[in-house]
């Protein structure tokens, strides 16, 4: 038996290989999508030695509370500093905790054979579902939220079990991580737990009181934690939607997110949801699926791992159905928590064809099923080298869905920072076209502001001055002050220098770069203004000597 256990270990540790080897592709690649703003802008990094503070702050930019990311990024970034190879690297090797956390949870979950479970195992690891969380560093927190939980289960489990006190320690510690990793942890592990507990008929459930006292104490300190650091509850996205079309568009998302779980080639990047009624064709197939479900767990009382599978993939996809708003509509790295629920369908159909079929029907079978691993495989391999850049990642997108609006901004702040100003004229004003027919994320502001910058790279500043005029009215804090300034260097361009005192007055005190101040006094020295223009450099800028002030003065009056 234990020579047979430590062959299967061997197998284990050929897959974990494998994986790794399928997503060499995904290491030398640069930053792409949120990670500009997050890791190279430093959004979600910290210093070294202040990595506590990530447990009392929010998440960059965001409403959210997910200290464990920052915590891996500002690691990363102190190992590798601004070196994109080493962030991809943790993600593969996340991606690898992942796979061996699959493992260990179909096994106690699902109760599967130790091969069957590395089969599982496997095929999370090569997923195309996994694309997009080890692809881009920013959706890291996917890879770390599904290992906790696959891990909080697999302790729980354990726990409840062998009624071993240090597998309740380990429950306790994997639950937390699995809370500060994301938010959607809160619903995942609970519901999971109750599936499993239900399941065998919550055996000898009274005596763990305790246990349930601790379980809630820590979930006590995770609300405490996050509430101190985002008062806010949550932030509205998203638009009106009857109830028609409330349910006809979830419905139709569903069937995509389970249509992604047996598919095995990439899936699109594209959030754009086109809304449509319950009586949509797809609304209608997800509605008989739902009602198949249901008859099959009325049906299936005996064979608990069928109704645990059924009620697995519920849960774990209803949050991408996003009842709770969240800023995209719909991502295919939402269902990614979902892949085990694929391998054990493929174990659950290969046992039935070894029982019933001869070995013609088995070598099929087994013939289907590696066609399918070595698609995953190819898909998933392929799919690292659009990771290169913003241009490699997003034209092809783009060209697959033109409502993909993201990725239109992408491309022309790509093509912005390139000096393509007319390329990226086009994709930011195709992010900003609304389609009242479908729903997809933007930054308005940030795509605004850039299409502005593209504008008056091209000296058409009348479009540039509508557009900033719109951003002083709709937006605050840094995105105002920046439409502030960008109108006061067309006013300059101009050579309208009244307008730019006018622009810059107001804000002047609230300005740390030097650039705006120097262009106050730039517009002071040419209305005649000298004096004034003296005291702001003295007292601003911090510039004490007389002559230096005079040499910068007497500059501007040219």
């Known amino acids: 038996m234990k020579i047979i256990e430590k062959k299967n270990n061997l197998f284990l540790i050929l897959v974990l290989f494998l994986v790794f080897l399928i997503h060499l592709s995904y290491i030398n690649n640069g930053f792409t ?130 009624i071993k006190t240090n597998w309740y320690i380990i429950f306790v510690f994997f639950w937390l991580m699995a809370l500060v990793s994301k938010e959607t942890a809160l619903f ?163 046992r039935f064809i070894f029982r019933s079929t001869g070995k013609t029907g088995k070598s099929i079978a087994v013939a289907v099923t590696g066609i399918w691993l070595l698609i995953m495989s190819v898909s998933t391999f392929k799919a690292g080298f659009q990771f290169k850049n913003d241009l490699s990642l997003f034209s092809l997108e783009v060209e697959r869905d033109g409502n993909f609006k993201e990725g239109h901004f992408y491309l022309g702040d790509y093509y912005l920072r390139q000096g393509n100003f007319k390329e990226a004229e086009a994709h930011l004003e195709a992010s900003l076209e609304k389609n009242p027919r479908v729903i997809a994320f933007i930054d308005r502001t940030a795509a605004m502001t850039n299409l502005a910058g593209a504008y008056f790279s091209q000296q058409k500043f009348a479009k540039a001055e509508k557009l900033l005029k719109e951003l002083v009215i709709k937006s605050s804090g840094g995105n105002r002050l920046r439409a502030v300034y960008n109108l006061a260097v067309i006013a300059e361009r101009k050579r309208d220098y009244k307008q730019v005192v006018n622009l810059l007055r107001e804000e002047i005190s609230q300005w740390q770069e030097s650039q705006p101040i120097l262009l106050y006094v730039k517009g002071l020295v040419k209305t005649g203004r000298e004096a004034e223009g003296d005291r702001i450099l003295k007292n601003s800028l911090l510039i004490t000597d007389e002559q230096k002030r005079q040499a910068v003065l007497q500059e501007f009056s040219r």
Do not use: C
């Open 33 to 162: 999508w949120l990670d500009h703003g997050d890791i190279e802008g430093g959004r979600t990094v910290l210093p070294i030695t202040q990595l506590e503070k990530a447990f009392f702050t929010r998440f960059g930019e965001t409403n959210f509370y997910r200290p464990l990311v920052t915590v891996f990024n500002s690691v990363d970034d102190f190992i590798y500093k601004k070196n994109p190879l080493g962030f991809h690297l943790t993600n593969i090797f996340l991606l690898l905790s992942v796979t061996v956390a699959s493992y260990f949870f179909v096994r106690t979950f699902f109760d599967l054979k130790q091969k069957e479970s590395i089969f599982v195992a496997f095929l999370v690891g090569i997923h195309p579902l996994s694309i997009l969380p080890v692809g881009v560093i920013s959706y890291r927190q996917e890879l770390l939220v599904v290992m906790f939980t696959f891990a909080t289960l697999t302790a729980y489990i354990k726990a409840r079990s062998t």
């Open 188 to 350: 995942w592990v609970p519901a999971l737990i109750f599936i499993w507990e239900w399941s065998r008929g919550f055996k000898n459930l009274r005596r763990e009181f305790w246990y349930f006292t601790t379980f809630f104490l820590t979930t006590s300190v995770y609300i405490f934690l996050r509430v101190r650091a985002v008062p806010e509850l949550w932030t509205k996205h998203g638009q009106y939607l009857n109830i028609s079309e409330a349910l006809g568009t979830r419905f139709s998302v569903f069937l995509t997110r389970l249509f992604e779980l047996v598919n095995p080639f990439k899936p699109s990047f594209s959030d754009a949801t086109l809304i449509s009624d319950i009586t949509n064709f797809k609304s209608l197939i997800m509605v008989f699926i739902l009602t198949a479900g249901l008859v099959l767990i009325l049906f299936s009382k005996k064979n608990y791992v069928i109704v645990r599978l059924i009620l697995f993939i519920l849960i774990t996809l209803l949050p991408a159905l996003s009842i709770v708003p969240l800023p995209r509509f719909s991502s295919s790295h939402y269902g990614f928590i979902a892949t085990p629920a694929a391998g054990v369908m493929v174990i659950l159909f290969l």
